[in-house]
């Protein structure tokens, strides 16, 4: 596989419930990150690792959890959702950061 | 936070037609980016722009870097239907955080 592969594609959970998304890149790249793209507003930066050290957490709700194992896996661990977080969940990657990200497909996530 | 402003917020064209869209910042970046997403995609990258003043092409498309460093623009010539999606801008700043705007939906009409 090439690029950066997210899982699962669509994901409906309830407001009790605990999932994970899963990111993994196949591009060599030493950051990832993680977006949260919402209707009518622009990509909003959730986390950022580099080197597999959480480097940014731009005041995200603890209900979200993210955990970077390796240089080429990211997860984010879901609990307790409301359904405001209902959103497309883009996970990308860069070669340090900066420049052109690559990003994943996404994961349509809808909590109910 | 640093803020960009996407124009327009959608256009409506035909096949053939050329299509101008452009983002503007009240902050200095030292990158542009322009991507486009497809439905159910996440984005592509489609131009990077490094130096101001620097006006860069693929293929069809054709972007700038703003002298000022506060703008940027993307030109697309004889557009066709796959050119529908939405196209973002992304301004990269010294500290390489990314602020992206909130993005043109172009529809192409065969």
């Known amino acids: 596989e090439t690029g950066v592969t997210q899982t699962p594609r669509h994901l409906v959970m309830g407001m009790t419930n605990k999932k994970s998304l899963k990111c993994e890149q196949h591009?060599?790249?030493?950051?990832m990150y993680w977006y949260k793209q919402s209707a009518k507003k622009p990509l909003e930066l959730m986390f950022v690792?580099?080197?597999?050290?959480?480097?940014e957490n731009n005041s995200v709700p603890s209900r979200f959890s993210p955990e970077c194992p390796n240089s080429s896996h990211l997860f984010l661990h879901l609990h307790t959702l409301q359904p405001e977080d209902s959103a497309l969940y883009l996970c990308?990657?860069?070669?340090?950061?900066?420049?052109?990200?690559?990003f994943g497909s996404g994961t349509r996530l809808t909590v109910v | 936070g640093q803020q960009l402003n996407q124009s327009p917020q959608s256009m409506f064209i035909q096949e053939g037609e050329d299509v101008s869209m452009n983002c503007t910042s009240s902050?200095?970046?030292?990158?542009w980016l322009w991507y486009k997403q497809d439905p159910g995609e996440g984005p592509v990258l489609l131009i990077a722009?490094?130096?101001?003043?620097e006006l860069t092409s693929n293929g069809r498309l054709t972007a700038q870097f703003g002298i000022t460093r506060k703008d940027s623009f993307l030109n697309i010539s004889a557009s066709i239907p796959s050119d529908v999606g939405i196209y973002f801008c992304?301004?990269?700043?010294?500290?390489?955080?990314?602020?992206f705007g909130k993005g043109t939906l172009l529809t192409v009409n065969p």
């Open positions: 902050s200095i970046f030292n990158t």
């Open positions: 992304a301004g990269e700043d010294s500290n390489y955080k990314l602020t």
């Open positions: 722009l490094y130096k101001a003043g």
């Open positions: 690792y580099s080197l597999e050290e959480r480097v």
């Open positions: 990308a990657s860069s070669q340090d950061q900066g420049g052109g990200y690559t």
């Open positions: 591009l060599g790249h030493n950051a």
